[in-house]
């Protein structure tokens, strides 16, 4: 049975840094692509990170480049994202995805999903 489970939300002010986990037991960790996703109140959800099984392979959402920097090791089956110089604007609910494909991880339609942590950034 897969579980993914996140970690690492929280309360901040802007311009502070927080870092989430992700970590997923049950399946090939290696051989799967992982993102990182949000959605706010009255927002639609929102890709904001991805990286496929290779870690040189990294995609962001332009709202989050250069502040945000998506990670994995594979020893520890485990995704990160390093939140740094946080805004208002990421307040939301953030959630952790994984499949096969890096192309459905980025498009939303990935296999697996955990359930979100809230980070919340006051200004």
């Known amino acids: 049975q897969v579980q993914v489970v996140v970690s690492g939300g929280g309360s901040m002010e802007a311009g502070g840094s927080l870092r989430l986990s992700c970590k997923i037991s049950?399946?090939?960790?290696?051989?799967?692509?992982v993102g990182w996703f949000r959605r706010a109140p009255g927002k639609e959800r929102e890709g904001v990170s991805a990286?496929?099984?290779?870690?040189?392979?990294?995609h962001y959402a332009d709202s989050v480049k250069g502040r945000f920097t998506i990670s994995r090791d594979n020893a520890k089956n485990t995704v990160y994202m390093q939140m740094n110089s946080l805004k208002s604007d990421d307040t939301a609910m953030y959630y952790c995805?994984?499949?096969?494909?890096?192309?459905?991880?980025?498009?939303?339609?990935?296999?697996?999903w955990g359930q979100g942590t809230q980070v919340t950034v006051s200004s």
């Open positions: 995805a994984a499949d096969r494909l890096m192309t459905n991880v980025r498009r939303g339609r990935a296999s697996y």
């Open positions: 049950g399946l090939r960790f290696g051989d799967y692509a």
């Open positions: 990286i496929n099984w290779g870690p040189a392979n990294t």
